[in-house]
């Protein structure tokens, strides 16, 4: 039996989130980080509990106002000379808080060699509980920025990514400029075109969803004149805003699109009229080049979905624990816990599902074996967060209501911005298709996942044995599965979906029984619990009604207060 050290404690949450401070108050996070990054938290565990204060306070009421007051508009001619300009207008307050992000280290700490890529993941993670907004330009200046540094020659190394990199509040943002409106998620199928000019290229064609339009220095694919057709075909360029003399280049924000959500990034198209450009990669490995960044950006984004689904649990937990209704707070009535134990369980689940692929990132850096793994890691983490987001953030709404629905609580916002994570960086389907090339042909992505989940499974303690007990049949799948797939190839676009999923369910239960184990052998079930009821929400018989108490609802303030759990 396990009992809670604070069954008669209460819950501690206040009316409203905003001011929180999201890193200090997020005993989840740092206990990941004690665990699997403990380095990092001696080093800058003061630098992110400052961000968190930021995150919860600065940025949240700049984000609420640019969102609801001041998005970004166009500025399309000079109306003295009628010179076409294709300028974003930016609220100052945005464009300071972008900029303190900055100088705050989220990009420069990594690229510098001061701190591993977890930390910009992690201080991504703790922008978007505030603004998704100003994460995604972040996400790109990295992502541009990871691409400079490891294929990009030394000489446009050496030139531009200090421009990204720099934390005096004059960081250049990056941008990827790939999507085409007749293309879409077929990169391959770009007709921009890339013509010589001495040294450099000018390129020439139309991008069609370009978010961070502005930027100050994009990743663009392009054909070079001549080239072959599809992927192979397309080389990758950098373009400044600005040419060598000062001057703006050659491109311009036609029209900015009006989204459903991150209403305070400006996301345009771009028409390239001879734009200055300069070599990254050449044909055939200007496609590799992007997706590169792209996979770089989907860490952020995996990140960036956890962020939004804390920030949808702090809004239903804050407003249900001061809520009445019928004579008491709407927190102690059972559907309401377990609406709060359910967005619990899949953040935390979705939380080390992101962990997963970004300490994999650091680690592939040093060793290019782990490069599946983190191939197979991130699309997992991908998928699944962003799909948990969005039913975090509908869950939330729900919860709290009719105010829930109106602008005036950050649920409507988050609700509306949440619904881009399951599209940027590709969606579900383009990650389904990624995961069947590691898992078939010459590919070892099965055999990797098998040994991680089999290696976490084998090291459970004999507590867990009815969780380890659990695994067996959803891992066998698993295996059968990937035999199947490889005695017929020709079956696997039909069924990806469905693998993908059945993968993310297993890693995420194996990911977080290696987080109870760990607590375990400290004292502390609480984790333990919290795996125990994703296993049975994915795998257990639905059971009849019945009088059996669910050990969640026997632990629940200690589950929502993230107070330890005694054996």
């Known amino acids: 039996m396990v009992k809670s050290k604070s069954q008669t404690q209460g819950i501690a949450y206040p009316?409203?989130?905003?001011?929180?401070n999201f890193f200090a108050g997020d005993r989840n996070l740092r206990r990941?980080?004690?665990?699997?990054?403990?380095?990092?938290?001696?080093?800058?565990?003061?630098?992110?509990?400052?961000?968190?204060?930021?995150?919860?306070?600065?940025?949240?009421?700049?984000?609420?106002?640019?969102?609801?007051?001041?998005?970004?508009?166009?500025?399309?001619?000079?109306?003295?000379?009628?010179?076409?300009?294709?300028?974003?207008?930016?609220?100052?307050?945005?464009?300071?808080?972008?900029?303190?992000?900055?100088?705050?280290?989220?990009?420069?700490?990594?690229?510098?060699?001061?701190?591993?890529?977890?930390?910009?993941?992690?201080?991504?993670?703790?922008?978007?509980h505030s603004d998704i907004s100003i994460h995604c330009p972040v996400t790109m200046t990295g992502a541009v920025a990871y691409v400079l540094q490891s294929l990009a020659p030394d000489e446009l190394c050496d030139a531009y990514l200090g421009e990204l990199t720099r934390m005096d509040g004059r960081t250049k943002s990056g941008a990827t400029w790939a999507t085409e409106l007749h293309g879409g998620s077929d990169v391959g199928a770009t007709t921009t075109e890339a013509r010589p000019d001495g040294g450099a290229v000018r390129l020439q064609g139309l991008k069609w969803f370009t978010s961070n339009a502005g930027a100050g220095l994009a990743l663009a694919t392009a054909r070079p004149v001549g080239a072959a057709a599809g992927g192979r075909g397309l080389g990758c360029y950098l373009?400044?805003?600005?040419?060598?003399?000062?001057?703006?280049?050659?491109?311009?924000?036609?029209?900015?699109?009006?989204?459903?959500?991150?209403?305070?990034?400006?996301?345009?198209?771009?028409?390239?009229?001879?734009?200055?450009?300069?070599?990254?990669?050449?044909p055939p490995d200007g496609?590799?080049?992007?997706?590169?960044?792209?996979?770089?950006?989907?860490?952020?984004?995996?990140?960036?979905?956890?962020?939004?689904?804390?920030?949808?649990?702090?809004?239903?937990?804050?407003?249900?624990?001061?809520?009445?209704?019928?004579?008491?707070?709407?927190?102690?009535?059972?559907?309401?816990?377990?609406?709060?134990?359910?967005?619990?369980?899949?953040?935390?689940?979705?939380?080390?599902?992101?962990?997963?692929?970004?300490?994999?990132?650091?680690?592939?850096?040093?060793?290019p074996a782990r490069r599946t793994w983190l191939r197979v890691a991130t699309a997992l983490a991908k998928y699944r967060t962003a799909e948990k987001a969005v039913t975090a953030a509908a869950a939330a709404l729900e919860l709290v209501g009719g105010n829930g629905y109106?602008?005036?609580?950050?649920?409507?916002?988050?609700?509306?911005?949440?619904?881009?994570?399951?599209?940027?960086?590709?969606?579900?389907?383009?990650?389904?298709?990624?995961?069947?090339?590691?898992?078939?042909?010459?590919?070892?992505?099965?055999?990797?996942?098998?040994?991680?989940?089999?290696?976490?499974?084998?090291?459970?303690?004999?507590?867990?044995?009815?969780?380890?007990?659990?695994?067996?049949?959803?891992?066998?799948?698993?295996?059968a599965s990937f035999a199947y797939l490889r005695a017929n190839p020709g079956e696997g676009p039909r069924h990806a979906r469905r693998l993908m999923a059945r993968m993310a369910d297993l890693l995420s239960a194996a990911l977080l029984l290696e987080e109870a184990a760990d607590g375990w052998s400290r004292g502390d079930a609480r984790k333990a619990i919290v795996a125990r009821r994703f296993i049975a929400a994915r795998w257990a018989a639905r059971p009849a009604l019945g009088a059996a108490t669910d050990p969640a609802h026997q632990h629940f303030e200690a589950l929502i207060g993230y107070t330890e759990i005694a054996e």
């Open 239 to 282: 373009v400044p805003d600005e040419l060598p003399d000062g001057t703006a280049n050659a491109f311009w924000v036609r029209r900015l699109k009006d989204k459903a959500g991150t209403r305070g990034l400006a996301t345009g198209e771009i028409e390239l009229n001879g734009a200055l450009a300069l070599e990254v990669a050449a």
């Open 32 to 128: 990941l980080l004690e665990r699997r990054a403990g380095a990092l938290l001696v080093d800058h565990g003061e630098r992110l509990d400052d961000f968190g204060a930021w995150a919860g306070g600065t940025l949240d009421e700049q984000a609420a106002y640019t969102d609801r007051y001041a998005p970004p508009a166009l500025r399309s001619h000079d109306p003295v000379s009628g010179t076409v300009l294709g300028a974003v207008v930016h609220n100052p307050a945005y464009l300071e808080c972008h900029q303190e992000a900055y100088r705050r280290g989220v990009i420069g700490l990594a690229f510098e060699g001061q701190a591993p890529h977890l930390l910009s993941f992690v201080m991504g993670y703790l922008l978007s």
């Open 406 to 479: 109106t602008e005036d609580w950050p649920t409507a916002r988050l609700y509306r911005d949440v619904m881009v994570l399951a599209v940027w960086e590709g969606p579900a389907n383009v990650q389904a298709l990624e995961l069947l090339r590691l898992v078939g042909g010459k590919a070892t992505g099965d055999s990797e996942f098998l040994e991680r989940i089999e290696g976490v499974v084998a090291a459970l303690p004999g507590a867990l044995s009815q969780e380890r007990a659990a695994l067996a049949a959803p891992l066998a799948d698993c295996r």
């Open 15 to 20: 009316p409203r989130s905003r001011g929180l």
């Open 287 to 367: 496609l590799k080049a992007m997706m590169e960044a792209l996979a770089y950006s989907r860490i952020h984004n995996a990140f960036a979905a956890c962020g939004a689904h804390r920030r949808a649990f702090l809004e239903a937990a804050c407003w249900a624990t001061h809520r009445q209704a019928f004579g008491s707070a709407i927190v102690g009535y059972p559907m309401v816990r377990d609406s709060l134990l359910d967005l619990l369980t899949e953040l935390e689940a979705g939380v080390a599902l992101a962990f997963e692929a970004a300490v994999t990132f650091d680690a592939a850096l040093a060793d």
